[in-house]
T-cell receptor, first 114, second 114 residues
Framework: EPEVTQTPSHQVTQMGQEVILRCVPI?????FYWYRQILGQKVEFLVS????????KSEIFDDQFSVERPDGSNFTLKIRSTKLEDSAMYFC????????????FGPGTRLTVT | GDSVTQMEGPVTLSEEAFLTINCTYT??????LFWYVQYPGEGLQLLLK?????DKGSNKGFEATYRKETTSFHLEKGSVQVSDSAVYFC?????????????FGKGTKLSVIP
């Protein structure tokens, strides 16, 4: 069964460093998403991406964040200058269509900023 | 804005016990409602969904009914198994045009003991 994959599973970085989190969505899906979950808190939407551009973003997704689909398979989230409060589990998701359709989630990348 | 409130965990039940996890929501319009499950070390998986009032979603013995009058989508299962041990997330997708983000509750951890 096709699945969303994410690498790495755990990333440790120092404050102020840039990190890139990688995701491979399901191959025929058209919509891509990033969510994050700070320990003990809710899963929060960051950004959605369709047709090679951001379709929606939350207020969390400020200028420190960017997303890219550099080729036909990868979908990346870049944090330019990490802060302690960026420590969280980051989930990538994809869906075949927009609207109330199932979003398929990856296993997550745990980002620890020290 | 949209929000989802679900009962605090953790919940510990004996095998074959009845399960209810409460979920209420606040949203404008007519959202779609979802239950996602996260097994240890894995991503979030869609368990069931309902897209309009009075719809009942069901899967693997779990059920939830979209109750517009009480803005609720409670998850139930008549007889839980050890393999149901996981974290359960209630979520909604707004009906706003072009808005496909999922809004999640905090998650409820369920442990089922033999």
């Amino acid at each position: 069964e096709p699945e969303v994959t994410q690498t790495p599973s755990h990333q440790v970085t120092q404050m102020g460093q840039e990190v890139i989190l990688r995701c491979v969505p399901i191959s025929n899906h058209l919509y891509f998403y990033w969510y994050r979950q700070i320990l003990g808190q809710k899963v929060e939407f960051l950004v959605s991406f369709y047709n090679n551009e951001i379709s929606e973003k939350s207020e969390i997704f400020d200028d420190q964040f960017s997303v890219e689909r550099p080729d036909g398979s990868n979908f990346t989230l870049k944090i330019r200058s990490t802060k302690l409060e960026d420590s969280a589990m980051y989930f990538c998701a994809s869906s075949l269509a927009g609207g109330p359709h199932e979003q398929y989630f990856g296993p997550g990348t745990r980002l620890t900023v020290t | 804005g949209d929000s989802v409130t679900q009962m605090e965990g953790p919940v510990t039940l004996s095998e074959e016990a009845f399960l209810t996890i409460n979920c209420t929501y606040t949203a404008t319009g007519y959202p779609s409602l979802f239950w996602y499950v996260q097994y240890p070390g894995e991503g979030l998986q869609l368990l069931l969904k309902a897209t309009k009032a009075d719809d009942k979603g069901s899967n693997k013995g779990f059920e939830a009914t979209y109750r517009k009058e009480t803005t609720s989508f409670h998850l139930e299962k008549g007889s839980v198994q050890v393999s149901d041990s996981a974290v359960y997330f209630c979520a909604l997708s707004s009906s706003g045009a072009g808005s496909y983000q999922l809004t999640f509750g905090k998650g409820t951890k369920l442990s089922v003991i033999p």
